[in-house]
Antibody, heavy 121, light 106 residues
Framework: EVQLVESGGGFIKPGGSLRLSCAAS????????MSWVRQAPGKGLEWIGRIKSQKDGGTTDYAAPVNGRFTGSRDDSTNTVYLQMNSLKTEDTGVYYC????????????WGQGTLVTVSS | DIVMTQSPATLSVSPGEGASLSCWAS??????LAWYQQKPGQAPRLLIY???ARATGIPARFSGSGSGTEFTLTISSLQSEDFAVYYC?????????FGQGTKVEI
């Protein structure tokens, strides 16, 4: 089955750290550009980061609100992508989606179910 | 950042009617525009990419058009399962950005 399954969300205090994992199956993970998209409660979608395939350099890009605090990585041997989140702020609260990039561009053709991150004191 | 603006914020329609949703980009994104549908409590689902290409499994009643800065998602003859929030997203420039969404309601 083609799917993405996220884990690692939870409740954390401001300033804390959390690592999200996303396990992929059913497609050639090593070729895929993987992204993270979040959604604050009751709000719209926000693209926060992307990691390219190793073939395309394996580089990462981040949106300004998380740049320097969040780090994406991938393990093609286990078909898993990670998002390390440090120095968390209350405004980081939301559902975090793992997302697979499309074959023709940086849109999302496969979404995970999402994992909730709550940052609160 | 490229700002994506969607209109209207809410669209009230009846089943069987058609609907047109608009999306504007603050600068040209060529045809690098996608549309997604999101229902409450669910992850979004890709409908359209490259402004007008339907994703796999998407019914023909969904169509996209436009290029540059103006885009439209058209839903002909709305079905009950089409009532949801719709987002546009540009992928021409980093960071990728979404519109704020259009809620299609009965």
């Amino acid at each position: 089955e083609v799917q993405l399954v996220e884990s690692g969300g939870g409740f954390i205090k401001p300033g804390g750290s959390l690592r999200l994992s996303c396990a992929a199956s059913g497609f050639t993970f090593s070729r895929a550009w993987m992204s993270w998209v979040r959604q604050a409660p009751g709000k719209g979608l926000e693209w926060i980061g992307r990691i390219k395939s190793q073939k395309d350099g394996g580089t990462t890009d981040y949106a300004a609100p998380v740049n320097g605090r969040f780090t994406g990585s991938r393990d093609d041997s286990t078909n898993t992508v990670y998002l390390q989140m440090n120095s968390l702020k209350t405004e980081d609260t939301g559902v975090y989606y793992c997302a697979k990039g499309g074959p023709y561009g940086d849109y999302v053709d496969l979404w995970g179910q999402g994992t909730l991150v709550t940052v609160s004191s | 950042d490229i700002v994506m603006t969607q209109s209207p914020a809410t669209l009230s329609v009846s089943p069987g009617e058609g609907a047109s949703l608009s999306c504007w980009a603050s600068q040209s994104v060529s045809s690098k525009l996608a549309w997604y549908q999101q229902k409450p409590g669910q992850a979004p689902r890709l409908l359209i990419y490259h402004a007008s290409a339907r994703a796999t499994g998407i019914p023909a009643r969904f169509s996209g058009s436009g290029s540059g800065t103006e885009f439209t998602l058209t839903i002909s003859s709305l079905q009950s399962e089409d009532f949801a929030v719709y987002y546009c997203q540009q992928y021409n420039d980093w960071p990728r950005t979404f519109g704020q969404g259009t809620k299609v309601e009965i």
